[in-house]
């Protein structure tokens, strides 16, 4: 077994269920019916979420450089997606960190578009996933 892989596939292991967490939170606090009062419970599982993509795409980058000495040599193509991951997760964790901080008061409307730009902001980047997948 080579060290190296297993250091990929463990990372994968966190980024795949960061990634099923993410869909499945803001998916199951929004379906069927939104409700006010579970509404921190599921931002603090997609705030937990985006740190956990956002570390381990930092890890898939770090295993690289330790192992190879560098980063993968990427097409245009895959560093566009690989950008766009990397301001979701931001934008992302952000909105997650500013609803928790000041969203106590909001209407269930703004709390409602909130999870609906998580689910959204997790949408493109899978979908940057497999452009940086196919394209690298
Ligand atoms: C800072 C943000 C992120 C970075 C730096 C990052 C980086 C990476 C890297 C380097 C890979 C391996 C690519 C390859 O196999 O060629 C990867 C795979 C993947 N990422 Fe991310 N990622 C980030 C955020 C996300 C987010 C937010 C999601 C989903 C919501 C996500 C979903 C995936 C998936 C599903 C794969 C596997 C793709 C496949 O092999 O088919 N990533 N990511």
Redo the contacts with the bound molecule.
């Keep these: 077994m080579q060290p190296e892989n297993l250091a990929y596939a463990l990372t994968?292991v966190v980024?795949?269920f960061?990634?099923a967490a993410?869909?499945g939170a803001s998916v199951f606090w929004l379906w069927p019916a939104p409700r006010r009062d579970h509404a921190r419970t599921f931002a603090w599982a997609i705030l937990a979420a985006?740190s956990a993509?956002?570390a381990?795409?930092?890890l898939?980058?770090l295993t690289s450089l330790y192992y190879y000495g560098e980063t993968?040599d990427l097409s245009a193509v895959a560093m566009t997606a690989?950008v766009i991951?990397?301001c979701?997760?931001a934008a992302?964790f952000l909105l997650g960190a500013w609803f928790l901080a000041r969203g106590r008061d909001w209407s269930l409307g703004d709390v409602k578009r909130v999870f609906q730009t998580q689910f959204a902001l997790?949408g493109l980047?899978?979908t940057?996933?497999?452009f940086?997948?196919w394209f690298?």
């Design positions: 994968q980024h795949n960061g990634a993410l869909i985006w993509q956002i381990s795409g930092i898939f980058g993968p690989l991951k990397v979701s997760a992302g997790a980047a899978l940057g996933a497999a940086l997948r690298s």
